[in-house]
């Protein structure tokens, strides 16, 4: 059962993570895989219920996918109790947490440097917009709200500079990678006389309108993705 808590920070920071996993015969198909959390056991629903467009079923270890992220969902509802930040921090817990994780494992984890590390995805104001033409690592687009002038805002050029960051070691060359993605975007948008920071005060209909762009938007990212994954 999820236990609902006080949004921010979790009520503890160490946790006993286990979890098992069953292949067939030949290894070709979908394993079966189970997940504990201090002793109770998860469900991929917990994790499905917030991106029902990911696949309902678990996945750990060396690649990265829906399957993957639906794990870091599950996982982060369980500890914090509050659904959107769980989807504020999936990405994160995804990248840094879950890597590496064998087919069979136990382990106690301390993830107090997690959360203090993640303290911008605990913003009260953030809200993760999930768009499906944004091809690269990630498709959350950060939206904050402003209380004082009731006004929400994305930042998509620096969004899409993010997301390219990822694929650099290097705190230089992350830098210099989203400095050269945030401003290919701006250029794009300048070019189709689209804006590149979208507001409005309707969440609703922000979404909407970032769904809109990112569409227009979708080949060039996706020859972004092909251009650095070929390198």
């Known amino acids: 059962m999820i236990r609902k808590r006080k949004y921010g920070y979790p009520e503890k920071t160490s946790f006993r993570i286990s979890g098992q996993t069953k292949w067939p015969k030949g290894r070709s198909e979908v394993p079966e895989?189970?997940?504990?959390?201090?002793?109770?056991?998860?469900?991929?629903?917990?994790?499905?219920?917030?991106?029902?467009?990911?696949?309902?079923?678990?996945?750990?270890?060396?690649?990265?996918?829906?399957?993957?992220?639906?794990?870091?969902?599950?996982?982060?509802?369980?500890?914090?109790?509050?659904?959107?930040?769980?989807?504020?921090?999936?990405?994160?817990?995804?990248?840094?947490?879950?890597?590496?994780?064998?087919?069979?494992?136990?382990?106690?984890?301390?993830?107090?440097?997690?959360?203090?590390?993640?303290?911008?995805?605990?913003?009260?104001?953030?809200?993760?917009?999930?768009?499906?033409?944004?091809?690269?690592?990630?498709?959350?687009?950060?939206?904050?709200?402003?209380?004082?002038?009731?006004?929400?805002?994305?930042?998509?050029?620096?969004?899409?500079?993010?997301?390219?960051s990822l694929f650099e070691n290097g705190v230089d060359q992350k830098r210099k990678a989203a400095r050269k993605y945030t401003l290919g975007f701006r250029r794009w948008a300048f070019q189709n006389h689209l804006p590149s920071v979208v507001q409005h005060p309707s969440y609703t209909k922000l979404t909407s309108r970032i769904d809109e762009i990112m569409a227009e938007f979708s080949p060039y990212s996706r020859q972004c993705y092909f251009n650095e994954i070929r390198r």
């Open 33 to 164: 895989r189970r997940l504990w959390v201090d002793g109770i056991e998860l469900i991929p629903d917990f994790g499905h219920q917030l991106r029902p467009n990911f696949p309902n079923i678990f996945s750990w270890g060396c690649s990265f996918g829906e399957s993957t992220a639906v794990t870091a969902l599950t996982i982060g509802l369980f500890m914090i109790g509050d659904p959107r930040t769980a989807i504020n921090l999936y990405p994160s817990f995804e990248l840094y947490l879950l890597h590496g994780w064998e087919d069979n494992f136990d382990r106690q984890m301390d993830l107090s440097r997690f959360f203090n590390r993640s303290k911008p995805r605990l913003n009260l104001y953030l809200h993760s917009h999930y768009c499906p033409y944004l091809h690269v690592i990630m498709n959350e687009i950060d939206v904050y709200f402003d209380p004082n002038r009731e006004l929400y805002t994305a930042d998509l050029a620096y969004q899409f500079g993010k997301c390219f």
